[in-house]
């Protein structure tokens, strides 16, 4: 322990932390733009290159006062700080204010006005005027992907999107480009996005302090099709949206919305409000049957789950040799089109081509999985438009919709009953606890009385269970983040992984944590709030199996046959290759 001084208090604080943290301990703020430190995420950006959370220091020895960036500045034995000082406090402005002057004017229209980091920092620090006009750096738009929007212009080379994509998805798309004055993060040679292997995973968007990544909105598209008196609009909200869409009407995250959101969209107009929790209790129904098939025949083991299309395009591009390993499922809101264009337009009389199915994800990656060759060659599109969880906020706001004044409303029928078992695939082990209900019981011929299965769940990237189903031990993996993805493809590739069932998840703690999500900025807590949330909600579910669901039983007794029959296969499952 050492002895220091801020702003005239003594405190004693642990050697090598920083003058940051030093301060956060003794309860005063020091404003941050590039700096991240989030340890469960595993994201630490310390660039130091912003210099907003400049601090004077002064030597003791000799009353020599000097400016240094708290972030990487660690703290010695007598130091004295002070963080309120003219000159720090003229500091931080100063470098707020360059950074402006050379950023686009655009807050009114800009995709990020009020939740850009740059802003808030802006009025924080009481800036008034920027007193350096002159050029400003004018690269266009890259709109390449359909997926994500790269707006270099915006960029203001804090380098946490960097930090993202290479340390913690491991993916390495983003890095500096330029320099001086043109620099800004991109991908290698300033690539179209869309030509890189970028997974859209949208982890770069979520912690992107301004708007220089950001989704590609169609909200307007919706708009356009709930407006046309010929079209029969239907709309599937993700099991991850219900505990984070409050967020953004100033409720507290993990807040169970489920019943409001449904009346929004019934208030815009929508001809049905369903679930994609339904598409989720039909995934179970296939990849269970799909893991006892593979363990009672020898087939390929591990198993591993499907659902998230940025992992999926992590596979293809990374380790494209194991691309047979994951399971055949389409993943469950393409599921859910898929029956929405079949099974509900014959029994509603309905002409396919007329249904427009909207998906309202927290996954920014949805947006490009939607259009993969694969899952619209030979059947039109399965899903017709997807939105973020933000993208659907803004659409509530633009209908001049109150929505915490909302009432409860219940999802139409059928294709709206959905299970505990489909509520916790949003958060990182859900599917595979899901998964792992159903087997159970399928396997065994027992009813299974305790369905919460502890060893499956958590908050850290990378974990190791095993269940006990009669006598086999099934071995199970859980991953999310792409780079903890990595370790366990490598070990598959290596022939040592000791795995039968492994659940992989793009986003740092599954889907709660998607790109499309409120966002968090830079707020672990948020993250956990809402996992506890999806817990609840699975709690309070009547039924907690998706094999039990009895609208699904009916949806293979009228139509599908037997799951994994061949129907099924033909409806629900595919191939994925680039
Ligand atoms: Fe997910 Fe899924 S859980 S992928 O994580 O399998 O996006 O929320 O909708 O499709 O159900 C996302 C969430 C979501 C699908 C389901
Ligand atoms: Fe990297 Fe994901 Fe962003 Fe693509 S979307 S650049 S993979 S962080």
């Known amino acids: 322990k050492i002895?220091?001084?801020?702003?005239?208090?003594?405190?004693?604080?642990p050697e090598g932390i920083t003058v940051l943290e030093a301060s956060h301990e003794l309860g005063v703020k020091i404003p941050t733009l590039c700096h991240l430190d989030l340890k469960d995420l595993q994201l630490y950006n310390k660039t130091a290159s912003c210099r907003v959370c400049m601090v004077e220091s002064i030597d003791p020895r000799n009353d020599n006062k000097r400016l240094v960036p708290s972030c990487v500045t660690k703290v010695y034995e007598g130091m004295v700080i002070k963080t309120d000082s003219v000159n720090a406090i003229t500091a931080r402005r100063m470098a707020v204010e360059l950074l402006l002057?050379?950023?686009?004017?655009?807050?009114?229209?800009?995709?990020?006005?009020?939740?850009?980091?740059?802003?808030?920092?802006?009025?924080?620090?009481?800036?008034?005027?920027?007193?350096?006009?002159?050029?400003?750096?004018?690269?266009?738009?890259?709109?390449?992907?359909?997926?994500?929007v790269k707006d270099a212009n915006k960029c203001i080379y804090c380098r946490r999107c960097e930090t993202g994509c290479n340390e913690v998805q491991t993916c390495g798309i983003l890095s500096g480009i330029g320099r001086g004055f043109d620099a800004f993060v991109g991908p290698a040679f300033n690539m179209p996005m869309v030509e890189t292997s970028c997974t859209y995973c949208g982890q770069c968007v979520q912690v992107c302090p301004t708007a220089a990544l950001?989704?590609?909105?169609?909200?307007?598209?919706v708009w356009e099709a709930l407006n046309d008196p010929d079209k029969h609009v239907i709309v599937q909200t993700a099991p991850a949206i219900r505990?984070?869409?409050?967020?953004?009407?100033?409720?507290?995250?993990?807040?169970?919305?489920?019943?409001?959101?449904?009346?929004?969209?019934?208030?815009?107009?929508?001809?049905?409000?369903?679930?994609?929790?339904?598409?989720?209790?039909?995934?179970?129904?296939?990849?269970?049957?799909?893991?006892?098939?593979r363990l009672e025949n020898n087939k390929t083991l591990p198993i591993l789950t499907n659902c998230c299309p940025?992992?999926?395009?992590?596979?293809?591009?990374?380790?494209?040799?194991l691309i047979h390993v994951p399971s055949t499922c389409k993943s469950p809101h393409i599921m859910f089109g898929t029956i929405a264009k079949t099974y509900y337009a014959e029994k509603n009389?309905?002409?396919?081509?007329?249904?427009?199915?909207?998906?309202?994800?927290?996954?920014?990656?949805?947006?490009?999985?939607?259009?993969?060759?694969?899952?619209?060659?030979?059947?039109?599109?399965?899903?017709?438009?997807?939105v973020t969880t933000r993208e659907l906020g803004a659409m509530i706001k633009e209908a001049g919709i109150k929505f915490d004044a909302l009432p409860d409303s219940e999802f139409d029928s059928p294709l709206g009953e959905t299970t505990g078992a489909s509520v916790i695939f949003g958060t990182a082990g859900g599917v595979i606890e899901?998964?792992?209900?159903?087997?159970?019981?399928?396997?065994?011929?027992?009813?299974?009385?305790?369905?919460?299965?502890?060893?499956?769940?958590?908050?850290?990237g990378l974990r190791k269970a095993s269940v006990l189903i009669g006598d086999k031990e099934l071995k199970i993996g859980i991953a999310s983040g792409l780079g903890n993805a990595?370790?366990?493809?490598?070990?598959?590739?290596?022939?040592?992984?000791?795995?039968?069932?492994?659940?992989?998840?793009?986003?740092?703690?599954?889907?709660?944590?998607?790109?499309?999500?409120p966002y968090h900025h830079g707020n672990r807590e948020v993250i956990k709030k809402r996992k506890d949330a999806i817990y609840d909600e699975d709690r309070r579910k009547k039924i907690r199996k998706s094999h039990e669901n009895p609208e699904i039983i009916k949806l293979y007794e009228e139509y599908l046959g037997k799951p994994f029959g061949e129907k099924a296969h033909k409806l629900l499952h595919t191939h994925f290759e680039e």
């Open 3 to 13: 002895n220091i001084e801020i702003n005239g208090e003594k405190i004693i604080v």
């Open 101 to 148: 002057s050379n950023h686009p004017n655009e807050c009114f229209t800009c995709p990020k006005n009020l939740e850009c980091e740059l802003q808030a920092l802006a009025e924080e620090l009481n800036v008034r005027e920027i007193r350096w006009e002159g050029e400003r750096m004018d690269y266009p738009k890259d709109v390449s992907s359909d997926a994500i």
């Open 214 to 221: 950001t989704e590609m909105f169609h909200t307007d598209k």
């Open 243 to 293: 505990v984070a869409l409050g967020e953004l009407f100033g409720m507290e995250a993990g807040t169970i919305v489920t019943g409001k959101m449904v009346s929004a969209l019934k208030r815009m107009g929508f001809d049905g409000v369903f679930d994609t929790d339904f598409g989720a209790d039909l995934t179970i129904m296939e990849e269970a049957s799909e893991l006892i098939y």
């Open 310 to 321: 940025a992992w999926v395009k992590f596979i293809e591009h990374q380790f494209p040799e």
């Open 349 to 386: 009389k309905l002409d396919p081509d007329n249904i427009v199915v909207v998906s309202i994800m927290p996954c920014i990656a949805k947006k490009a999985e939607a259009k993969r060759p694969e899952l619209t060659k030979d059947e039109k599109n399965n899903v017709d438009i997807v």
């Open 434 to 460: 899901a998964a792992v209900r159903t087997a159970y019981e399928w396997m065994t011929g027992e009813e299974l009385e305790d369905v919460e299965f502890e060893q499956l769940r958590g908050m850290d």
């Open 486 to 517: 990595r370790i366990i493809l490598e070990e598959i590739r290596e022939g040592i992984s000791e795995y039968d069932a492994i659940e992989i998840m793009a986003c740092p703690g599954g889907c709660i944590g998607g790109g499309g999500q």
